[in-house]
């Protein structure tokens, strides 16, 4: 088969195929054919094509250093042992759908893809290790044709005196050693079919704002390995059922949707709305996704330019609920958060209605369609706000008053709350117990939980699982060094996002140089705060401004930095919250929630920032016994 470089297009009985996701491959042998200057033109064509502006004089150095490394390796290797000739090296591979992000090179064989990232210093940085490291597990756990494979991390510091080391599974060699290494590695497989590893699928989860463009833009959501080993696909499966029974028998049904931070729920709630959109015919109107969730009705709003296809459900209610008697047009209604739900007091505080929130919608139900579903995606443990404490119990005592006509589908631990409904049928497949954000980390809430439950030693036996699964958790006290981390970690990944979170309640973290005060945080534009480029003043990678609970409930960075505020510290041994509201009837709760919701954010890792002061130290023990791990 005739060999074509990554760009061009060949022919293959008579059809054209689609160019490469890369800026160069070929076997070996075509590498050391190729001239230096095409292969230079060639990733800065790619470059242009994928990040569309023209590569810095920095990283044309950085390719022209890896590209004179690697053919004086390639020379010797393939002198001494011919077969090397056949494997396949691909320079800056493209993740789809990663928005930018590219390995520097993939050596192939037909049993292991060593993942080699070159570094143009003399310096170590742990950001260089875990960049590396996330670049081999995304490969091993996303990419069809690498599953198979041993997929290595390399990382090259070019100008390394240290000797060779192997750092969480990272082997970390020198422009000087590598030959050696490769020597080592690569001797004793065969030929890689690379033409298929190019073409194979890459199905990692795209974040809540990628999966609502997709289904907006009416394109498929990537069939997602993960999202089907946690059951996604029988989650909707059962809600589509549901909404099809309602309608058959003139039923108002209820149906609710649990899980973990992470777990799918509104990509479940999203992806719902969009199958009945499209399925909606002139027998009834299409369905609404509602959120009680400002910034993540904004976020998404921003994202995706219209304002219909997710809502604000304060919105929604101040225009049908209450003393309203205007019709709803949808009769499937999906409602995010549905935890977050306001009781009497809080609605009648905020909009002047007698009903909470959840009795709103069970009258506005009943008295709008003769049938209807509505869908309450449920995150366990994440009331943050005064007057969403009730949780629950309030669906229930709507139900009671609506006469116990309603068909509840719940999870069977939750089945007992509903002693009103007229029939409680459960449905295991409504809970979702795996978290996709994390990867494969799926006992991030699980670490969170028993640490802020006091649990520190089973939180810190977590942890190490966690690391093995590739999860980061650091913990430091210099704010500067974990701006450094981050910048440096996701340097010419501009599709990645990190940013500052901090608790609303911490009240001297201002001291520290975290504006997390309620004036300053209320003018953060939280829409680009999460969607605009790296290099945009407002976008959460400026690492000024900061998010609290509130803007962060719902949505997701790639590695956040978590703000440790003196609103919950460690004293004799248990979590204290100095601080009150009077109106709360549980302030220590809602502390305790805030900062699961703040330590759940992470889809690669989370970086948590304690200020260097004395009254702090306790709590640094207890995150240190917990399993973090120092910022080194």
């Known amino acids: 088969m005739a060999y074509t470089a990554s760009g061009d297009e060949s022919e293959k009985g008579g059809a054209a195929t689609p160019p490469l996701r890369c800026g160069w491959s070929g076997p070996v042998r075509a590498f050391l054919a190729t001239q230096p200057e095409e292969l230079l033109a060639r990733l800065a064509e790619q470059h242009r094509r994928s990040l569309l502006e023209p590569p810095a004089a920095s990283q044309v150095r950085a390719w022209q250093s890896s590209e004179e490394l690697l053919r004086k390796c390639f020379d010797a290797l393939v002198s001494e042992y011919p077969a090397i000739g056949g494997y396949g090296v691909v320079f800056e591979y493209e993740l789809p759908r990663e928005r930018g992000r590219r390995p520097d090179v993939v050596l192939l064989s037909d049993r292991e893809a060593l993942v080699l990232e070159f570094k143009d210093t003399d310096t170590l940085s742990r950001a260089y290790v875990d960049q590396a490291a996330a670049y081999a597990r995304d490969l091993q756990n996303y990419h069809a044709a690498s599953r198979q494979l041993r997929v290595r991390p390399v990382l090259v510091v070019l100008r390394s005196p240290r000797p060779d080391a192997t750092v969480d599974g990272v082997a970390i060699v020198s422009g000087a050693t590598l030959p050696g290494f490769l020597r080592a590695s690569v001797a004793a497989a065969g030929e890689p079919d690379l033409a298929g590893w190019l073409a194979a699928d890459y199905e990692p989860l795209p974040t809540i704002v990628s999966a609502a463009r997709l289904l907006f833009h009416r394109e498929p959501l990537p069939n997602i390995r993960r999202a089907h080993s946690a059951g996604i696909p029988q989650t909707l499966h059962s809600l589509s059922s549901i909404a099809e029974q309602a309608q058959r028998k003139k039923q108002q049904h209820l149906a609710i949707v649990t899980g973990v931070p992470g777990s799918g ?223 440096t970690r996701y340097d010419g990944d501009p599709g990645k996002r990190y940013g500052l979170l901090a608790s609303s309640k911490a009240r001297d973290l201002t001291f520290y140089g975290v504006n997390n005060d309620f004036y300053t945080t209320r003018k953060v534009k939280i829409g680009p705060w999460y969607n605009s480029p790296p290099d945009d003043p407002q976008s959460c990678c400026a690492l000024t401004s900061t998010v609290t609970e509130f803007g962060c409930q719902g949505l997701e960075l790639d590695f956040p930095i978590v703000c440790w505020g003196s609103d919950l510290l460690r004293d004799e041994g248990a979590w204290r919250t100095p601080m009150s509201k009077i109106n709360a009837r549980d302030p220590r709760t809602l502390r305790l929630n805030s900062y699961r919701v703040l330590l759940t954010r992470g889809r690669d890792g989370l970086l948590i920032f304690v200020p260097p002061a004395r009254r702090y130290e306790p709590t640094v023990r207890a995150l240190q016994s917990a399993g973090t791990v120092p910022l080194s």
């Open 265 to 487: 729920k509104t990509l479940v709630g999203l992806q719902l709305v969009y199958s009945d959109r499209l399925a909606a015919d002139e027998s009834r109107n299409p369905a609404v996704f509602l959120s009680g969730n400002g910034p993540l009705v904004e976020v998404l709003q921003h994202a995706l330019g219209n304002k219909t296809f997710v809502q604000d459900v304060h919105g929604f209610l101040k225009e049908y609920g209450g003393y309203s008697t205007r019709a709803t047009a949808e009769q499937v209604i999906v409602y995010d958060e549905a935890q977050r739900a306001w009781d009497r007091n809080k609605s009648r505080e905020k909009r002047g209605a007698r009903l909470s929130q959840p009795e709103d919608f069970v009258r506005i139900m009943e008295r709008d369609h003769d049938w209807g579903l509505l869908v309450l995606l449920l995150g366990e443990g994440q009331e943050i706000h005064v007057g969403e404490e009730a949780g629950l119990r309030q669906w229930e005592e709507a139900l009671a008053g609506a006469g116990g006509r309603w068909v509840v589908h719940c999870p069977a631990r939750l089945g007992e709350t509903f002693l009103s409904a007229r029939e409680v049928i459960a449905r295991p497949e409504l809970d979702l117990t795996a978290s996709l954000r994390s990867h494969l980390a799926e006992d991030v809430t699980v670490w969170a939980d028993k640490l802020l439950a006091g649990y520190l030693g089973s939180a810190r036996a977590v942890a190490e699982r966690i690391r093995e699964q590739g999860f980061d958790i650091y913990l430091t006290g210099d704010l500067d060094r974990a701006r450094d981390y981050v910048r």
